[in-house]
T-cell receptor
Framework: QQQVKQSPQSLIVQKGGISIINCAYE??????FPWYQQFPGKGPALLIAIRPDVSEKKEGRFTISFNKSAKQFSLHIMDSQPGDSATYFC??????????FGTGTSLTVIP | KAGVTQTPRYLIKTRGQQVTLSCSPISGHRSVSWYQQTPGQGLQFLFEYFSETQRNKGNFPGRFSGRQFSNSRSEMNVSTLELGDSALYLC?????????????FGQGTRLTVV
């Protein structure tokens, strides 16, 4: 059973637009929700993360929105740039011991 | 500060052989986790070690094993390789003290089984 469901599978956005990726989880014991960015041939890089005691976290152009009651969280990339073209993974964990990853979203930002 | 180092970066092995992959975590990090990444299954948790003890194990056969040394470096071993073991194997390093649970990944070892 997929513990974390991610959508969409792929996303094409114009330069300067907003990219939105959504994730949903089942286990209410999860207490840490990171997003990772992965470029081809590289390992996933931690982008931004949130805990369930806050509803939003912003770091530069990247924002996580968290809805605890709906068990959903999303990544918003403002002013998307071609350099943001990568695969994005959401994840969830309980105390950081084991991460459950979404299936990934391939983002393409068109110049 | 050096990141997570995985060696080797690439490996080609024959079915039935065994392989050992190595991971050096970020200095000071005591938790090391291993993940398998494939196009079909995505990122799947293999196991996690903390202070030389395996604390969690994913749903993989016993052919997959690991260990952690006193300096927190970790190795994973896959015996009797199968074609389906071809994947990117990723190691993640964490501090895991208090509320600090961020995990940082290495670049991975690309294993090809032929």
């Amino acid at each position: 059973q997929q513990q974390v469901k991610q959508s969409p599978q792929s996303l094409i956005v114009q330069k300067g637009g907003i990219s939105i990726i959504n994730c949903a989880y089942e286990n209410t014991a999860f207490d840490y929700f990171p997003w990772y960015q992965q470029f081809p041939g590289k390992g996933p890089a931690l982008l931004i993360a949130i805990r369930p005691d806050v509803s939003e976290k912003k770091e530069g152009r990247f924002t996580i929105s968290f809805n605890k009651s709906a068990k959903q969280f999303s990544l918003h990339i403002m002013d998307s740039q071609p350099g943001d073209s990568a695969t994005y993974f959401c994840a969830a964990s309980r105390s950081g011991n084991q991460f459950y990853f979404g299936t990934g979203t391939s983002l393409t930002v068109i110049p | 500060k050096a990141g997570v180092t995985q060696t080797p970066r690439y490996l080609i092995k024959t079915r039935g052989q065994q392989v050992t992959l190595s991971c050096s975590p970020i200095s000071g990090h005591r938790s090391v986790s291993w993940y398998q990444q494939t196009p079909g299954q995505g990122l799947q948790f293999l196991f996690e070690y903390f202070s030389e003890t395996q604390r969690n194990k994913g749903n993989f056969p016993g052919r997959f094993s690991g260990r952690q040394f006193s300096n927190s470096r970790s190795e994973m071993n896959v015996s009797t390789l199968e074609l389906g073991d071809s994947a990117l194997y990723l190691c993640a390093s964490s501090w895991l003290q208090g509320r600090i649970t961020e995990a940082f990944f290495g670049q991975g070892t690309r294993l090809t089984v032929v």
